[in-house]
């Protein structure tokens, strides 16, 4: 499987030694996890060579102005024009500058987190981070409410918010944004083509009716230096995951990192059957042709990480 190498600072941190088939239970058990802060450090030094997460979160409005042209990243040939309500919303300094949490949380969007009373303990973290604005309210119990950072891909408006077609889908996304209260709304403005309109009309939105949000828009680079640092470290992701990048991210500022939601399998520990989301009915696609994800695989290597220590993977009940 996937195995961590502690021996020597330069040696890569996860090596994967051989393709068999994966074996899905987590060990060491819940109880008997110990941190390790020397591998964590470790891996935040191997990761600064590659990117700078207090940089690559965000592009700042200094490096840009209304006009200028991007191409993006996944389909070079197309370009979009930096809009002027695009660079009104550019922060102007990272929204991470000099933060240093104890712990983060970071939850995946997995069906595993429902019934699994991890909500409080996920409130507990210093810093909580979710993906593609999922809903929290109505899975409080599971899930937890804290919200530091959001990732919203431009997909998001298309599959939970019926692509804002009436005033209805407009006031439910409006309703979600204002819920999000200050926090940190992540939107990769630059990765695909296909997002062009749907970022706008957030945009818009967020601009119109002054939304309390801090809008981030990561780097041009961040993509293929998170690739790079994995594919350096022998995990042969071809795009790696919103939840991978928060961890690859999170490394540079915080001291513990927690999972939840991370389980890409249809069955869990005990052979139950897990929803892909615990809020919709999206199915498994990754295992498809078409999916340019390869979640199993980066389990794998957070699965090889939490063994070690380096973080934590919770895919069961807290306690
Ligand atoms: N995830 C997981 N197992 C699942 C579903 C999600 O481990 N069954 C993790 C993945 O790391 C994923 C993150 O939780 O990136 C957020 O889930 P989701 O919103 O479904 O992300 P994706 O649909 O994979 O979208 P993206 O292309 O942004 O990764």
């Avoid at 997995?110 to 309210?137: K, M």
């Amino acid at each position: 499987g996937v195995e961590v190498v502690i021996n020597g600072s330069s040696s890569p941190a996860v090596v994967d030694r051989s393709n068999e088939s994966i074996k899905h239970n987590i060990q060491p058990a819940s109880a008997k996890w110990k941190h390790n802060q020397t591998l964590s450090l470790r891996i935040r030094k191997q990761i600064l060579k590659f990117l700078d997460a207090e940089k690559d979160i965000s592009v700042l409005k200094g490096t840009l102005k209304p006009g200028d042209i991007i191409h993006y990243i996944f389909d070079r040939d197309s370009t979009m024009n930096v809009s002027q309500n695009l660079y009104e919303l550019l922060p102007r300094t990272s929204p991470l500058k000099n933060k240093h949490f104890r712990t983060c949380a970071i939850v995946g969007n997995s069906g595993v987190l429902l019934n699994s009373g991890c909500g409080q303990e996920i409130d507990t973290h210093s810093f909580v981070i979710r993906c593609n604005l999922a809903p929290v309210q109505e899975y409080a119990r599971d899930v937890g409410l804290k919200t530091d950072l959001v990732t919203m891909n431009p997909s998001v408006i298309q599959r939970a918010f019926e692509d804002l077609v009436n005033a209805t889908w407009r006031e439910k996304l409006l309703q979600r944004l204002h819920s999000l209260n200050g926090s940190i709304l992540w939107i990769p403005a630059f990765t695909a083509r296909g997002g062009k309109e749907r970022v706008e009309w957030v945009n818009e939105l967020i601009l119109k009716h002054r939304v309390n949000v801090r809008t981030a828009y990561p780097s041009l680079r961040l993509l293929h230096a998170v690739r790079g640092y994995w594919l350096t470290n022998r995990v042969h992701i071809k795009r790696p995951t919103t939840g991978l990048l928060m961890y690859t991210l999170a490394t540079r500022f915080c001291n513990q990192i927690y999972l939840y939601g991370f389980w890409p399998f249809p069955l869990d520990q005990n052979q139950n059957p897990v929803k892909y989301h615990y809020y919709d009915s999206l199915k498994y696609g990754y295992t498809s042709q078409a999916s340019p994800h390869t979640m199993p695989l980066e389990f794998k290597a957070l699965k090889s990480l939490h063994e070690q220590g380096a973080l934590k993977l919770t895919v069961g009940q807290c306690d």
